[in-house]
Structure formats: structure tokens, C-alpha cells
């Protein structure tokens, strides 16, 4: 989110798992986000901004403070580093970093890489020269000074870039620049700590221009022999400013300070006293003060010195520009409030009328007052995409229920049809394979039991045959009751129809084991038939529609269901053809009368020869699971006693007989529509 303070743990976490990744050390990774950082600054609009911070790489660190001041109004939560530029010995520049956020030391380097290949089309390098904690004397838990080195001066190397130097200048022009820097250098050391007429920052910008011709020779300042203006006009005309000399001593204050710190009215008091020094973080004193003369100081009052009844109020909070007068000894600081909105210019107790006409916080107050209502709304806008992308999200899982729905009740092509709004046509198939399976002696257990245990029974058994349609890749049509309808080749065409239904209706036979009959507590018994034919296959009706099979092939396959034995799996014809030779067990059951059909010769489904247990289930084997199947291997061996069952099936016993419902059952099954 744009608007959200982020933790710098996060950032560290982040930094870490990507020298994971990429193999790099935590330094390189810094280096390369504070690259990235000034790209990003840049597409973010804050390219013009950067751009006008000053006409060299010097200028632009020293008014990055203030940058960072100007944002802070409308970013209160950032806490923004501190820097510092100071001359070295031989003409580098010494960069020091304050920030009482630890480790974050080594981005500096990619920005002000970054800053000064852009911005002012020179190479620099920075170095670490010494890195400590400072937290006594400035308030401030990392100081790094990093050591700023040119590369390659690009100036000089631009200077007569169409014209081939003399071998005899060249001797020359290489003694007049050492010349140059060495008269550069002496300035620069005879400059004392406290600023005089002549300033380091006249210095760095002579040593900035050299080469580029003198562009303010032109013009030299006039000042008058004594201050044309009374005391009391100027602390009237400023109405926030403070004097006070090297021991902190106040001499003088505006009339609006004196208005809302009453305290500075008292003679001989020192600013120390009164106030506390937020930004730069240093010590309060003339010589830290001096050595970060060029930053933007921001003081604030003490809540304790304040006035019983103005303890309740926010404290003061004044931002501006020290100046140091060496005539006087005496440092002056020209400030205004520091105040982000109109709310907290109320909250102080102030109008913008206490503000001079021509100090421009009149103008910041009202500017960051829309800037910060733009903010919120950016904010809401922000947050209400992200709600929007978390509801997406949402949709887009509730939509992917609602299709597996869907495709749970009719097959992927159709309902991709239907949701198009298109008509599916009936298609025939000249060959598929056909399952129907039923509870036997249903109808006693309904009696015998409460709705609830009958719907639980139904949906445990149900839902083991799903997961099997799954593992097979067979198209379960319906179930009505205890009637469990599934085919094979249909709706998608395959050659292994018959194998595959085949397969299933031994994992039915299996999974029925267990679920047990509410009634004896035994495992249920099912009745399976197959048979594979030609079928017409379509879909019926607007509301609720089902894919239906019609055809001869569908009454077919039922009477197999409604003739076959308990636990068995009863076979056409057909079906026997289709699965001869393919790795399955299968006994002939004989001739017998079916209904609507006449005599037929039947069979039986044993077992697949070439299938384990395991596989037919599609349960996903373990070291364990191996070790069991050595030692009892029940689908590949019908003689072991683990399949007693199937053992069983090869001479049907007369209990079973007795218990299989009537053959000449006149019920016709609901699944047995003929043409």
C-alpha cells in the first residue's frame, strides 16, 4: 500500500531470503534496492523535484534534509535519515549519515550512485570510513561517513572534444589544474569551524565551477553602513526568530514566540531550556549547531516549561534557518510553526494571521491541507482496490465451487454450452459401456430404519463410488434411491471403455465392505450389471437439466443389474466380449431368462489379474502397504484367504440365492427408457 508505514523488519526479512536466492551478500542487495529506490522516486513523479534540489551532486545532499522536511508534512509517520557534507584534505567530499534505523547504512551508496550518473552525468564511488553509534551525542543509533570519490572528471574530458591537444599543452594544463586545486585546498583549510564572511560552501561551489567559467562575476552585492530598520519593526516583520549567542544565551525573540512561550520574556535565559532540538538529532550546543549550520533546524518547545493550563496542548514545533552573525558572536534562527494542516493549527491555538504575510507557511498550511485531503481519498481509493482484488479473489473461488458444481452434474463440454447460452445437440455414441448398481434387500432396511440413518448409509457408500469415478475416469450419470448409475465412452470416446468400468465395479464391490447395513451391522451388499451397446446421449429439459443416455443399451444394462446376485458383478454378453483377453478373471454364469430379452447367457466378474487391491482403489501405497501385499497379496492370488469373498463367488451359496430379490421383478427402473 502507498500510504502504509511498513516495518523495517520487513524490508530486513525481504533482504534476506533474496541473498538467499540469489547467492549475494546482505551489502550488494542494499546497494542494488537503493538503485532501484531513485528509479522508483523518478517513476513515481518525484523527478522534477530531485532535479531542482541543486545544480551539483553537493548541493542536492545538502538539501535533502530539506526534502525530507517538506515531505514529512504530508507523510508525518516517516522517519528520514540525516546527512551531512564535509570537505576533505585533498578535495573528496565526506558524507555523514545519521539514522536510528540500523543497517540500512548500504543503500545510501546505490542512491547517490544513482543520483550523480543521472542527474550530473559523473561516476562517484562511496566508501565506508568509519561506522559508530552515536546515541549520546546525537541522538541518532548509526553514524557512517562514507568517503565520496570521483571517478573520472567528464568536464575536462568534454572541454575540446574536436580538437587534438598540443603534446606540449598537456604538461601544462595538468600543472595549472594541480595549481588550481592546491590554491582551492588552501581556502578551503583557512576557513575557521564558525562561518564567516567567506563560507566552506563558497569553497565547495568554487571547486564545483571550476572549469565551467565564473557565472556571478558580474555582479557584486551592496551593503549599507548600518541596519536601516528599528528593533522593534524587525521582531514585529519577524515574528518567529531567536538570538542567542555561543553560551545559549537568548538575546532577542519575535513577538509571536514570546506570545506562545511566554517564558522567553525572562531575562538571561538559555535556549536549551525552553527547547529541544528534534532535527538534526545533536547535541544542543553552538558547535553541533555550527557543524550542521546548512541543514534545516527543527526545535521544539518543552512541554514542562509551558504554562499549567497550555500542558494539554500539542508542543510547539518551529522550523527554519540558522545563521551565524561572527561580528555579534551570536547565532540568529529564522523560523515559522511547523504545522501540516489547519487541524493543527487550531489545535495550538493559532490563525494564520500570527504567520507573517511574507513567510510562505501561510501558503504550505493551505497547499498540504488539500494535499492531505487528496492523500485520504487516495487512501480510501487504494483500499477499496485492494477490497476489490480480495473480493475478486473470493469471486473467483466461490466461481471455481460453482463449476465443479456444474461439471459434477454435467460433463465439461455441455455446461461450458449451456453457460454460452447455446443449445447442446444429442450425439450418439456406437459404443459404450453401461454400469447400474443397487442396496439389496433395500427396501426391508427403509423399513427397518430412521430417514437419517438411510440417508447417512446412502451418502457414505455415494461418496466412496464418487471418489472411484474420479480415479477410473468414468461419467457418473445419476443416482435415483439406491440406484448408482455410471458409463464409460460417454460423453468423451474411448477405446478402454469397458476396462475402465470394469475396474470400477470391482473398487464398488470393495468399498461397500465398508459401509455398513444399519440393520445387522453388517456391510451392505450390492448388485452390479453391465453391458456395453450404442446409446443416444443429450441433454433434457430447462430447469435442472440432466445429461441422459437412451437407447436399448441402457434397459439392457439394468435388467443385468436387476438379475444379477449379491456381491457379484453381472456381465452381458456384450460386456464378456469386451473384456475377454484383457488381464480379468471371469466365470460364466449360464443361460438364464431375462426379462423383455429372453434367455441369455451371462457371466460373472471375478477380479482383474494384473490390478492390486491398491490399484484398483487408487490409494497411494507405502513402504508398509508393500510390505503387506508380499506377504497377502489379495487381487493377484483368488485362493488366498483374504479374498474369501471372491473365493466364494466361484460356487454362489443357496443363502445367496435365497437373498437376491425376484428375478421377474415387474418394476421397471427409472433409468430404462426405450426407443
Not at 128 to 148: P, Y
Not at 332 to 343: A, E, G, H, W
Not at 600 to 627: C, S, V, W
Amino acid at each position: 500500500m502507498t500510504y502504509t508505514v511498513y516495518d523495517d523488519i520487513i524490508t530486513m526479512k525481504l533482504i534476506q531470503e533474496a541473498c538467499k536466492v540469489l547467492g549475494v551478500s546482505m551489502e550488494a542487495i542494499l546497494k542494488l534496492f537503493g538503485e532501484y529506490f531513485f528509479k522508483f522516486c523518478k517513476m513515481s513523479g518525484y523527478d522534477r523535484m530531485l532535479r531542482t534540489l541543486g545544480g551539483n551532486l553537493t548541493e542536492f545532499i545538502e538539501n535533502l534534509d530539506a526534502l525530507h522536511s517538506y515531505l514529512a508534512l504530508s507523510y508525518q509517520e516517516m522517519n528520514a535519515p540525516s546527512f551531512r557534507v564535509e570537505r576533505g584534505a585533498d578535495g573528496e567530499m565526506l558524507l555523514h549519515y545519521y539514522s536510528d534505523r540500523s543497517g540500512l547504512c548500504h543503500i545510501v551508496p546505490g542512491i547517490i550512485e544513482a543520483v550523480a550518473k543521472d542527474f550530473f552525468d559523473i561516476d562517484v564511488t562511496l566508501d565506508i570510513l568509519d561506522m559508530n553509534e552515536e546515541v549520546g551525542r546525537t541522538g541518532k543509533k548509526e553514524h557512517v561517513v562514507f568517503l565520496v570519490m570521483q571517478k573520472a572528471c567528464r568536464q575536462i574530458r568534454k572541454a575540446r572534444p574536436n580538437k587534438l591537444q598540443d603534446p606540449e599543452d598537456i604538461p601544462r594544463d595538468q600543472q595549472a589544474l594541480e595549481t588550481a586545486f592546491l590554491r582551492m585546498k588552501e581556502k578551503y583549510l583557512s576557513v575557521s569551524v564558525y562561518p564567516g564572511k567567506k563560507s566552506p560552501w563558497d569553497v565547495v561551489r568554487g571547486i564545483v565551477m571550476f572549469g565551467k567559467g565564473r557565472l556571478r562575476d558580474s555582479f557584486e552585492p551592496m551593503y549599507p553602513e548600518k541596519l536601516w530598520i528599528e528593533e522593534r519593526t524587525f521582531c514585529n516583520a519577524f515574528p518567529f526568530h531567536i538570538v542567542f549567542d555561543e553560551t545559549l544565551r537568548i538575546k532577542q525573540a519575535g513577538v509571536n514566540i514570546q506570545k506562545y512561550v511566554p517564558g522567553l520574556q525572562t531575562q538571561k535565559i538559555r535556549l536549551d531550556e525552553y527547547f529541544s532540538i528534534v532535527h538534526p538529532q545533536v547535541t544542543f550546543n553552538i558547535f553541533s549547531i555550527c557543524k550542521f549550520i546548512n541543514s534545516q533546524f527543527v526545535l521544539k518547545t518543552r512541554r514542562e516549561m509551558m504554562p499549567e493550563t497550555w500542558q494539554h496542548q500539542p508542543t510547539l514545533k518551529l522550523r527554519g534557518q540558522m545563521i551565524w552573525m561572527e561580528s555579534l558572536r551570536c547565532m540568529i534562527f529564522m523560523c515559522s510553526p511547523k504545522l501540516r494542516s489547519l487541524q493543527e493549527l487550531e489545535e495550538h491555538k493559532m490563525h494564520l494571521s500570527d504567520i507573517a504575510p511574507h513567510d510562505t507557511t501561510r501558503d504550505l498550511i493551505l497547499l498540504n491541507q488539500q494535499r492531505l485531503a487528496e492523500m485520504e481519498l487516495s487512501n480510501q481509493l487504494e483500499m477499496k482496490k485492494e477490497e476489490l482484488r480480495i473480493l475478486s479473489k473470493h469471486l473467483a473461488i466461490e466461481k471455481k465451487k460453482t463449476e465443479t458444481l456444474l461439471y459434477a452434474m454435467l460433463p465439461e463440454h455441455v455446461a461450458n454450452q449451456l453457460k454460452e447460452g447455446k443449445k447442446v445437440a444429442a450425439g450418439e455414441f456406437e459404443t459404450c459401456t453401461i454400469l447400474f448398481s443397487d442396496v439389496v434387500t433395500f427396501t426391508n432396511i427403509c423399513a427397518a430404519c430412521e430417514p437419517i440413518q438411510i440417508v447417512n448409509m446412502l451418502n457414505s457408500m455415494y461418496s466412496k463410488f464418487d471418489r472411484l469415478t474420479s480415479v477410473h475416469e468414468v461419467y457418473k450419470v445419476e443416482t435415483i434411491g439406491d440406484a448408482y448409475m455410471v458409463v464409460g465412452g460417454v460423453p468423451v470416446p474411448i477405446g478402454s471403455h469397458a476396462q475402465r468400468v470394469a475396474n470400477f465395479a470391482l473398487g464398488m464391490r470393495i468399498s461397500a465392505k465398508e459401509v455398513m447395513n444399519p440393520v445387522t451391522g453388517e456391510p451392505i451388499q450390492i448388485r452390479v450389471g453391465i453391458h456395453t451397446g450404442p446409446v443416444l446421449a443429450g441433454v433434457v429439459g430447462d430447469k435442472m437439466p440432466r445429461y441422459c443416455l437412451f437407447g436399448d443399451t441402457v434397459n439392457t444394462a439394468s435388467r443385468m443389474e436387476s438379475h444379477g446376485l449379491p456381491n457379484k458383478v453381472h456381465l452381458s454378453p456384450t460386456a464378456y466380449r469386451a473384456l475377454e483377453n484383457q488381464g480379468f478373471e471371469i466365470t460364466e454364469r449360464g443361460e438364464i431368462e431375462v426379462k423383455g430379452k429372453g434367455k441369455m447367457t451371462t457371466y460373472f466378474l471375478i477380479q482383474n489379474l494384473n490390478a492390486t487391491e491398491d490399484e484398483i482403489m487408487g490409494r497411494h501405497k507405502t513402504p508398509l502397504d508393500d510390505k503387506a501385499s508380499d506377504e497377502a497379496p489379495l487381487s493377484r492370488n483368488p485362493n488366498a484367504g483374504g479374498d474369501s469373498m471372491e473365493s466364494a463367488d466361484h460356487q454362489p451359496s443357496t443363502d445367496q440365492i435365497k437373498i437376491s430379490p425376484f428375478p421377474n421383478d415387474p418394476r421397471l427402473s427409472a433409468f430404462c427408457i426405450l426407443l
